[in-house]
């Protein structure tokens, strides 16, 4: 009751972030760069069990973007040039141009390479169909549902092979969700095919949206999980959940990532025992709103810090080992 | 003859490499490595660029790019006393984020957004010149009021200062002055709310004016969207299809802008399906009354995709009015 755990990503060490801008420089090879990712996935997975991490996450370290990262190996797409998503802030989109097709496995080496370093469950991580569809061009498939469904079968595929290679909780984000609440019957639809006989623990994390107009419609998304953003908004749409009761686990964020201030404990248990309020303790997951990479390695491992600390001390107070 | 025209945006930074690059000069000037000066060469470099390339596409009226705009509020939401700007939020339905205005206290005009911009590109181009600006509805839509709480005490202020800059760029000799109202299509409910606050800013203004509406359906906005006092409205026919069937039913005596290049994707438009959609809508509205353009603002395209999408914009209108006329 009560596990910890984290959204996905984690902020990358300097020296990732050096070596990243050098392979796009093609001064440094693949297998360097290979070395030091994976050098940063230990030291991510040696930080989260020296604080008593519950659920692991390996940290996103081989990601730029993510959906990017899986356009780059799946068949059918190309990559656009740059487009601007905020303020001086440019990313490089997804463009389908052919049948998507998955020739090889894409999380499933780096899954096992982090699930070996511990004995703790570590998450296999993906992107979901909706949102590789909603964050990608697409000069291929007829609709927005053509695309999502081609998507979420060969999701399926890497979801499944995640379940063979020993995955306990597979997430499947789908953070575009919550933008276009007339789709989410789409959304669902694509889900269903992508967990489809899967008996892992299916996750799934939206955030950035207005969930009022997807409840309790949500409560039909075909994961096991879901995985919430609360801290932000000051936990004010936390009310929405009381009625429909919430039925499924949910994972509720306590810490504000988009904030360098670093909570207190104080505040992260408030924030727990509000989400206690509402949602049942046995569905009940910790975790921050959403992936720390934006923050700097300093501020996450001190958010996470705090975090632990705090489910320690409310469990202490519940009662609960 | 159609005219071609852009809604707005325009990606900040080209393909080519060979160019000065906004990105690089911004990065650059926050570490402390380039003087404001040199930044400011660039933005300048950076703006007659982007005229020169809607020149050269052969686009009828033109903007500036919005080339200093984060997004469609900032840094218009900055010249306004009682206004803070605050965090990200989403634009809509795009993976576009914009920085939310927080409304503070009473709002007042504090310093003019677009005017030197505008100066600046008419000093640098021969063409028609448009300036967007952001539309009552949508500013308040996708601001958080702490003061007001009421839309209609809102949209009087708001209104003044829109007028106030408005006038100045009348006066300064602009040919086209538009509104964006994408929330229109969302709180049909307020357009004669909009009507009144659209007869107050545009009273009195010789430039042609123009209501843009993107991303949404105008189901619930006929007939009396074609009744707004502007000169010109602007659609969107690719976010939802179905808006052309209204146009077709619609008596109109207004100038219109027809959005029909998809600006969200990369896809290149079918040249002759765009022809036959432009035939049928001229079938009810002369041709001299009518536009085309791209479906919103262009910066949600890569550079080379913009530009890709700005000749087949001005090849369609070129085929069109060497047979249709």
Same mark, same amino acid.
């Given at each position: 009751?009560?596990?910890?755990?984290?959204?996905?990503?984690?902020?990358?060490?300097?020296?990732?972030?050096?070596?990243?801008?050098?392979?796009?420089?093609?001064?440094?090879?693949?297998?360097?760069?290979h070395?030091?990712?994976?050098?940063?996935?230990?030291?991510?997975?040696?930080?989260?069990?020296?604080?008593?991490?519950?659920?692991?996450?390996?940290?996103?370290?081989e990601?730029?973007?993510?959906?990017?990262?899986?356009?780059?190996?799946?068949?059918?797409?190309?990559?656009?040039g740059?487009?601007?998503?905020?303020?001086?802030?440019?990313?490089?989109?997804?463009?389908?141009?052919?049948?998507?097709?998955?020739?090889?496995?894409?999380?499933?080496e780096?899954?096992?390479?982090?699930?070996?370093?511990?004995?703790?469950?570590?998450?296999?991580?993906?992107?979901?169909p909706?949102?590789?569809?909603?964050?990608?061009?697409?000069e291929y498939?007829?609709?927005?549902k053509?695309?999502?469904?081609?998507l979420?079968?060969?999701?399926?595929?890497?979801?499944?092979?995640?379940?063979?290679?020993?995955?306990?909780?597979?997430?499947?984000?789908?953070?575009?969700?919550?933008?276009?609440?007339?789709?989410?019957?789409?959304?669902?639809?694509?889900?269903?095919?992508?967990?489809?006989?899967?008996?892992?623990?299916?996750?799934?994390?939206?955030?950035?949206?207005?969930?009022?107009?997807?409840?309790?419609?949500?409560?039909?998304?075909?994961?096991?999980?879901?995985?919430?953003?609360?801290?932000?908004?000051?936990?004010s749409?936390?009310n929405?959940?009381?009625?429909?009761?919430?039925?499924?686990?949910?994972?509720?964020?306590v810490?504000d990532?988009?904030?360098?201030?670093?909570?207190?404990?104080?505040q992260?248990?408030?924030?727990?025992k509000?989400?206690?309020?509402?949602?049942?303790?046995?569905?009940?997951?910790?975790?921050?709103?959403?992936?720390?990479?934006?923050?700097?390695?300093?501020?996450?491992?001190?958010?996470?810090?705090v975090?632990?600390?705090?489910?320690?001390?409310?469990?202490?107070?519940?009662?609960?080992? | 003859?159609?005219?071609?025209?852009?809604v707005?945006?325009?990606?900040?930074?080209?393909?080519?490499?060979?160019?000065?690059?906004?990105?690089?000069?911004l990065?650059?000037?926050?570490q402390?490595?380039?003087?404001?000066?040199?930044?400011?060469?660039?933005?300048?470099?950076?703006?007659?660029?982007?005229?020169?390339?809607?020149?050269?596409?052969?686009?009828?009226?033109?903007?500036?790019?919005?080339?200093r705009?984060?997004?469609?509020?900032?840094?218009?939401s900055?010249?306004i006393?009682?206004?803070?700007?605050?965090?990200?939020?989403?634009?809509?339905?795009?993976?576009?984020?914009?920085?939310?205005?927080?409304?503070?206290?009473?709002?007042?005009?504090?310093d003019?957004?677009?005017?030197e911009?505008?100066?600046?590109?008419?000093?640098?181009?021969?063409?028609?010149?448009k300036?967007?600006?952001?539309?009552?509805?949508?500013?308040?839509?996708?601001?958080?009021? &702490?003061?007001?709480?009421?839309l209609? #005490?809102?949209?009087?202020?708001? /209104?003044? =200062?829109?007028? *106030?800059? @408005?006038?100045? +760029?009348?006066?300064?000799?602009?040919?086209?002055?538009?509104?964006?109202?994408?929330?229109?299509?969302?709180?049909?409910? &307020?357009?004669?709310?909009?009507?009144e #606050?659209?007869?107050t800013?545009? /009273?009195g =203004?010789?430039? *042609?004016? @123009?209501?843009f +509406?993107y991303f949404?359906?105008?189901?619930?906005?006929?007939?009396?969207?074609?009744d707004?006092?502007?000169?010109?409205?602007?659609?969107?026919?690719?976010?939802?299809?179905e808006?052309?069937?209204?146009?077709?039913?619609a008596?109109?005596?207004?100038?219109?802008?027809l959005?029909?290049?998809?600006?969200?994707?990369?896809?290149?438009?079918?040249?002759?399906?765009?022809?036959?959609?432009?035939?049928?809508?001229?079938?009810?509205?002369?041709?001299?009354?009518?536009?085309?353009?791209?479906?919103c603002?262009?910066e949600?395209?890569?550079?080379?995709n913009?530009?890709?999408k700005?000749?087949?914009?001005?090849?369609?209108?070129?085929k069109?009015?060497?047979t249709?006329?």
């Amino acid at each position: 009751m009560l596990l910890t755990t984290s959204v996905g990503s984690f902020p990358k060490p300097d020296y990732l972030i050096k070596a990243r801008t050098q392979f796009s420089r093609n001064e440094i090879t693949e297998e360097e760069l290979h070395l030091l990712e994976k050098k940063a996935i230990a030291e991510v997975i040696k930080f989260q069990e020296e604080i008593g991490i519950d659920i692991l996450v390996h940290g996103e370290m081989e990601r730029g973007d993510m959906t990017t990262y899986f356009a780059e190996i799946l068949e059918g797409f190309g990559i656009s040039g740059l487009v601007r998503s905020y303020g001086n802030r440019y990313y490089r989109k997804p463009v389908i141009l052919g049948k998507v097709k998955r020739n090889t496995p894409i999380t499933v080496e780096t899954f096992k390479y982090a699930q070996n370093l511990t004995s703790k469950p570590v998450k296999g991580m993906l992107t979901g169909p909706y949102t590789m569809m909603d964050w990608s061009f697409n000069e291929y498939y007829p609709s927005r549902k053509d695309t999502a469904l081609a998507l979420a079968e060969v999701i399926h595929q890497e979801v499944f092979d995640l379940e063979k290679a020993g995955a306990e909780y597979i997430q499947i984000d789908e953070p575009a969700l919550s933008t276009r609440p007339e789709e989410i019957n789409l959304a669902i639809e694509a889900m269903a095919i992508v967990t489809r006989g899967i008996k892992a623990k299916t996750i799934s994390h939206i955030c950035y949206g207005d969930f009022s107009k997807i409840y309790p419609r949500l409560l039909d998304f075909p994961v096991d999980q879901l995985d919430l953003e609360f801290a932000n908004s000051n936990f004010s749409n936390l009310n929405l959940f009381r009625e429909p009761k919430f039925t499924k686990e949910i994972a509720v964020g306590v810490i504000d990532v988009h904030s360098h201030k670093i909570e207190t404990k104080e505040q992260v248990k408030a924030n727990i025992k509000k989400a206690l309020e509402v949602f049942p303790l046995e569905k009940v997951y910790i975790d921050p709103d959403c992936g720390l990479k934006t923050r700097t390695v300093e501020e996450a491992q001190a958010k996470l810090k705090v975090m632990v600390e705090a489910v320690r001390e409310v469990k202490k107070e519940l009662g609960i080992k | 003859m159609i005219k071609t025209s852009v809604v707005g945006s325009y990606p900040k930074i080209s393909s080519d490499k060979n160019v000065p690059n906004l990105r690089t000069a911004l990065n650059q000037f926050e570490q402390n490595r380039i003087s404001e000066e040199k930044l400011e060469e660039v933005y300048k470099a950076t703006i007659i660029r982007v005229l020169k390339e809607q020149e050269n596409a052969g686009i009828d009226i033109i903007t500036d790019g919005q080339i200093r705009w984060d997004d469609l509020l900032t840094p218009f939401s900055r010249n306004i006393e009682g206004c803070e700007v605050n965090g990200l939020l989403r634009f809509f339905d795009n993976n576009f984020y914009y920085r939310k205005p927080v409304i503070k206290s009473k709002m007042v005009f504090k310093d003019f957004t677009t005017l030197e911009d505008f100066k600046f590109a008419i000093a640098n181009s021969n063409k028609t010149l448009k300036v967007v600006l952001p539309g009552g509805l949508t500013f308040a839509g996708l601001s958080l009021d &702490e003061y007001y709480k009421d839309l209609m #005490s809102f949209g009087m202020d708001y /209104s003044q =200062i829109l007028k *106030k800059e @408005i006038q100045r +760029l009348d006066m300064e000799g602009v040919d086209y002055i538009q509104l964006d109202e994408p929330s229109l299509c969302f709180v049909p409910q &307020e357009i004669s709310l909009l009507k009144e #606050s659209l007869r107050t800013i545009f /009273s009195g =203004i010789k430039a *042609k004016t @123009i209501l843009f +509406l993107y991303f949404g359906s105008i189901k619930n906005l006929v007939p009396e969207l074609f009744d707004l006092p502007v000169d010109i409205i602007g659609i969107d026919l690719i976010s939802k299809p179905e808006n052309l069937s209204f146009i077709l039913e619609a008596d109109l005596k207004k100038e219109l802008i027809l959005g029909c290049l998809d600006a969200r994707n990369t896809k290149m438009e079918d040249e002759k399906e765009i022809l036959k959609l432009i035939e049928k809508v001229s079938m009810k509205i002369p041709p001299e009354k009518l536009y085309i353009s791209p479906s919103c603002g262009l910066e949600f395209l890569p550079h080379e995709n913009a530009l890709r999408k700005l000749e087949l914009l001005s090849s369609i209108a070129y085929k069109f009015n060497k047979t249709g006329v």
